[in-house]
């Protein structure tokens, strides 16, 4: 019903910025939702970032509020993840996800119907 394709990773020097995008294809829902999720070497994968289709509602992680913000251009279809102040922990493979229907719950990935394949993020020091 829907792929999503994630870019805009690569390598960076702490401190610096990337942003990243999600790119939708296929049958698209005015009651869907979008988020960014996570996953480091060894760890789970987690919960960035969150908003709804039409950008009203959004959800940041504490643990990035205020360097990573999520943001979204229907006219284009493109969610991004605007990441500044990078970190070497934000070293892991970047995920964006997909709810069909939005379930009220922008931060547990269990409410998440689909998901791109991830791009990865390596921040040096």
């Known amino acids: 019903q829907v792929h999503l394709a994630e870019s805009g990773g690569g390598l960076v020097q702490a401190g610096g910025s990337l942003r990243l995008s999600c790119a939708a294809s296929?049958?698209?829902?005015?009651?869907?939702?979008t988020g960014w999720f996570r996953q480091g070497p060894g760890k789970e994968r987690e919960f960035l970032a969150g908003?709804?289709?039409?950008?009203?509602?959004?959800y940041h992680a504490d643990f990035v509020k205020g360097r990573f913000t999520i943001s979204r251009d229907n006219a284009k279809n493109l969610v991004y993840l605007q990441m500044n102040s990078l970190k070497p922990e934000d070293t892991a493979v970047y995920y964006c996800a997909v709810q069909e229907l939005y379930s009220d719950n922008l931060q547990n990935k269990r409410a998440y119907d689909y998901w791109g394949q991830g791009t990865q993020v390596t921040v040096s020091s």
């Open positions: 296929g049958r698209s829902f005015s009651t869907s939702a």
């Open positions: 908003i709804t289709w039409s950008g009203h509602r959004t």
